[in-house]
């Protein structure tokens, strides 16, 4: 199926699913960028939307609400994209001192943070495209449809296992 057709059943999914301020933050806040991310990096590289939310909602440090623009959910593991305008979060030091401590409980909270420039997405998606498929590659391996295994939930220690077995690049086995 084509792009259009696919993000515009997505998009109204979500829209459909949602109420208050959740539906307005996603009315608000998927834009050009955001939009520009699923043409050019995100349907270049899956071919399809199965497990990423738009302006998905999470909690910060402080207990409140907060949208991420993008959260791709894949099993246990959580990665979060965000497109970085230099509008929204580079004039105002204590915008940008807020959104580094957001990415940072992120991170703290094992969710795997991707920050992206949109001036690069716009100027060089290609390097784009290139740098998150380096990033989800141990991760895209596994994923072959939406009933696969891996969407299930993983343990803690099965989550673990998998990190260490992604980082040191080989396999674990039983002592």
Not at 33 to 42: A, D, P, Q, S, Y
Not at 57 to 62: A, G, P, Q, S, Y
Not at 91 to 113: A, E, I, T
């Amino acid at each position: 199926m084509s792009f259009e057709l696919e993000h515009e059943k997505w998009i109204m999914k979500h829209f459909s699913n949602r109420r208050g301020e959740r539906r307005d933050a996603l009315n608000r806040g998927h834009g050009y960028g955001n939009r520009l991310f699923v043409e050019k990096i995100w349907w270049m590289l899956m071919g399809h939307f199965v497990g990423l939310h738009p302006e998905y909602e999470v909690k910060d440090w402080r207990g409140r609400s907060y949208f991420v623009d993008f959260m791709w959910i894949l099993g246990g593991l959580r990665f979060v994209f965000e497109i970085m305008d230099y509008g929204s979060h580079g004039q105002d030091r204590s915008k940008y001192r807020l959104d580094m401590n957001r990415g940072l409980f992120l991170q703290s909270q094992d969710y795997h943070v991707i920050n992206i420039s949109l001036d690069e997405l716009k100027e060089n998606p290609s390097l784009v495209l290139a740098m998150v498929r380096s990033i989800l590659s141990p991760y895209l391996a596994a994923v072959q449809d939406e009933r696969d295994t891996l969407y299930r939930k993983y343990r803690k220690i099965e989550r673990q296992l998998m990190r260490l077995a992604i980082r040191n690049n080989r396999m674990l086995h039983p002592a």
